[in-house]
């Protein structure tokens, strides 16, 4: 091959090179998932090797910063029960307490709509009463028990890689792309440079 086509060949080179060595970066965020020794080098994929730090810092980031605990008991606090403690109310009397009063023995003759109805208007009042004390003692006891932090990291810990890596080529497929035709383009810029420099000291001539 003379130097002319090498010299004309060398920037379509770099840019072949700088390509894939762009796309074995973006391979290497996921593969290989175990680890694979070449001769005294250990190899595997940055979030396989990484996942369980990942993880950490991620429940860490997400306590401290999005999902704060104390905001969760905060929000379970409004959750207003009114319309679910009346249906509940409703069911309960005219479904269970109901027909077995009416199935009582001259005591069922005396249960008529408008003694359920009644009846319905003081179980709902009873259970709306108590709704408050409860709804407090399942917040404390949610706050107890409930380890967001560690709950959060096992899941991150846990998470399918090929589910994830199909997750994130989907997400970022464009960015992806983009990355490599990049390093196409820095390749091709310096292989030219490369051959303007040959050039311009005389190394080789055109």
């Known amino acids: 091959m003379n130097t002319t086509i090498l010299l004309i060949l ?3 080179i770099t840019a072949g090179i700088g390509w894939l060595t762009n796309w ?3 391979q290497m965020l996921f593969h290989p998932r175990v680890p694979m020794r070449v001769f005294f080098w250990k190899w595997q994929g940055l979030i396989p090797r990484r996942q369980q730090q990942l993880a950490a810092e991620s429940a860490e980031i997400i306590e401290r910063e ?3 605990q104390h905001m969760i008991l905060h929000e379970i606090r409004k959750i207003e029960l009114g319309p679910y403690l009346e249906e509940a109310a409703h069911k309960v009397v ?3 307490i109901g027909p077995q009063l009416k199935a009582i023995p001259l005591l069922g003759s005396f249960i008529n709509d408008g003694t359920l109805a009644k009846f319905e208007v ?3 009042a009873s259970m709306k009463e108590e709704a ?4 407090e003692k399942v917040a404390t006891q949610f706050e107890a028990s409930v380890n967001l ?3 959060i990291e096992d899941n991150i810990a846990a998470f ?3 589910r994830l890596e199909g997750i994130v080529n989907q997400v970022a497929q464009r960015e992806f792309k983009t990355i490599e035709r990049l390093g196409a383009v820095l390749g091709f810029i310096i292989g030219c440079i490369q051959v303007a420099l040959f050039w311009a000291t005389g190394t080789v001539t055109l």
């Open 149 to 151: 932090r560690q709950m």
């Open 160 to 162: 399918d890689l090929d």
């Open 132 to 135: 408050g004390p409860l709804m």
């Open 10 to 12: 060398t920037p379509f």
């Open 94 to 96: 005219w479904e269970r």
């Open 24 to 26: 074995v970066a973006i």
């Open 122 to 124: 003081i179980a709902a």
């Open 66 to 68: 999005i999902l704060q």
